[in-house]
């Protein structure tokens, strides 16, 4: 098993950056693959993107490519997502996962694990 505790995030105008972090404890991290994904207010969880257990591959949403960027450390147990470009639409409670997988899905029940998730709010 593995627990997920995120950090960062918080207020920013449009057209910022924020960073994002998931620590991770228990299992050996390098074995998961990670994903984030976000929840607006009133909205269901979408895929934000997701990272391979070595770093290698990343896949992003669509709505997020060429802005955000996910890399990860195993050494420090811990992924990232570097967020720029910031739009209002952006605004909602982002979440890491993990998931015990060679490809990274992008549904939430692809992954078996999740933080608590820390809120992003982009004002206008």
């Known amino acids: 098993q593995v627990q997920l505790v995120e950090s960062g995030g918080g207020l920013v105008q449009a057209g910022g950056s924020l960073s994002v972090s998931c620590a991770a404890s228990g299992r050996t991290f390098s074995l998961y693959a990670m994903g984030w994904f976000r929840q607006a207010l009133g909205k269901e969880r979408e895929f934000v993107g997701a990272?391979?257990?070595?770093?290698?591959?990343?896949y992003y949403a669509d709505s997020v490519k060429g802005r955000f960027t996910i890399s990860r450390d195993n050494a420090r147990n811990t992924a990232y997502l570097q967020m720029n470009s910031l739009r209002p639409e952006d605004t909602a409670v982002y979440y890491c996962?993990?998931?015990?997988?060679?490809?990274?899905?992008?549904?939430?029940?692809?992954?078996?694990?999740w933080g608590q998730g820390t809120q992003v709010t982009v004002s206008s």
């Open positions: 990272i391979s257990w070595s770093g290698s591959s990343t």
């Open positions: 996962a993990a998931a015990v997988a060679v490809v990274p899905g992008t549904r939430w029940d692809d992954y078996d694990y």
